[in-house]
C-alpha cells in the first residue's frame, strides 16, 4: 500500500495528560519536554497541533531556506519550534528569526525571554482561524515586528504588523520580511511550491552533486 494510501492514524494522538491544568509558569517550564510541544496560555496548558505532512514540509522549506540566508549574511538565528517565555504566555511558534543585535549570547538559551523579530505559524487541520490570527495579534503586542500566518489550503500568506491593516498575500507577492531579511526574494508561490512533489518524477540533474557539495561547505563555514 502506497504512503499515501495508509489510513491517517494522526487522529489517534493522546493529548499531553498536563493539557488544560491550571499551574504557575514555574511548574510549567519545569514540565518534560513533549512532542508536540506545550504552550502555556493565561495559566493554563495547552499542546501545539502535530504537524500534518504539508504542515512539516512548509516548515522545513522555511527553516531550509531562511537559516542559511540569515547566518551567510550574519544577520540573525532562525530557529524552528523555539519557546519564548513571558509572565502569562509561553508560546511556541513553528519558526522564528532573532535580529544579531538582539542575541546578547554566543549559545542558545533554554527559553528566549523576548518575542522574536519575526514569527511564523502554519495552521494545520485541527487548529481555527480565530485561534491563530490571535496568536499573532499576542505575537505583535509582546513585540513581533513582522508575524506571518500561513494558510496551505487557501495557498496564501496573512502579513501582522503593529498598527497597520491585516494583508493578504498570495500567488508573486513576495514574503513581507524585507527590513528584517533583506534581498531574500521569496514569494508566496515559491513558498507553495514547497508541497508540490512532481520534482519526484524528474530524473537527477548533473549539478545536484555540486549542490550538496557546496551546501555541505556552506554548513562547514558557518
Known sequence: ???????DTTDDFTPSPYVGQRMTLEEFLALPEEKPALEYVDGVVRQKVAAKPVHADIQSFLIETLRPFARRRRLGVVLSGARFVTPTWAPVPDVVFYRRERLHVRRAPADFVEAPDLAIEIISP????ADEVQKCLDFLENGTIVALLILPGEEAVFEFRQQQPLNVLRGSDPLPVDDLLPGLGLTVRDLFEAVNWSWLDEEPENGDQADDEA???ERSEG
Do not use: D, F, K, V
Not at 1 to 7: D, G, N, V
Open 1 to 7: 500500500m502506497a504512503i499515501s494510501q495508509r489510513p
Open 126 to 129: 485541527g487548529q481555527t482561524l
Open 215 to 217: 551546501r555541505a561547505s
